[in-house]
Nanobody
Framework: QVHVVESGGGSVQPGGSLRLSCAAS????????MTWYRQAPGKKRELVAV???????NYADSVKGRFTISRDNARNAVNLQMNDLKPEDSAVYSC???????????????WGQGTQVTVSS
């Protein structure tokens, strides 16, 4: 069994910073792509940031220059540093990691439960 747990959400004023973390545990052979998504009320889920197994990253245009995704392969973890936060960044943030549970397995997506980020004055 695999567990994916996010932490680090909360409330912050505009211009502030938050750091989200996501850790996978359990029966893990290998992790490929690690991602962060967000979904605000009444809106579609949005891909925020992606980091590949060998390091390349990609970001939604709305967060480029403000958010930074990083991974800690030793801890099966992915982080999202969010700076200069804006009210429109308010959403539930979820990580999704692609995990193979053994050498024969294909990479499948595993989701965390989500963490709320609220940016408000």
């Amino acid at each position: 069994q695999v567990h994916v747990v996010e932490s680090g959400g909360g409330s912050v004023q505009p211009g502030g910073s938050l750091r989200l973390s996501c850790a996978a545990s359990g029966s893990i052979f290998s992790i490929n792509v690690m991602t962060w998504y967000r979904q605000a009320p009444g809106k579609k889920r949005e891909l925020v940031a992606v980091i590949n197994s060998d390091g390349p990253t990609n970001y939604a245009d709305s967060v480029k220059g403000r958010f930074t995704i990083s991974r800690d392969n030793a801890r099966n973890a992915v982080n999202l540093q969010m700076n200069d936060l804006k009210p429109e960044d308010s959403a539930v943030y979820s990580c999704c990691v692609y995990i193979a549970r053994d050498y024969r397995d294909i990479y499948s997506p595993y989701w965390g439960q989500g963490t709320q980020v609220t940016v408000s004055s």
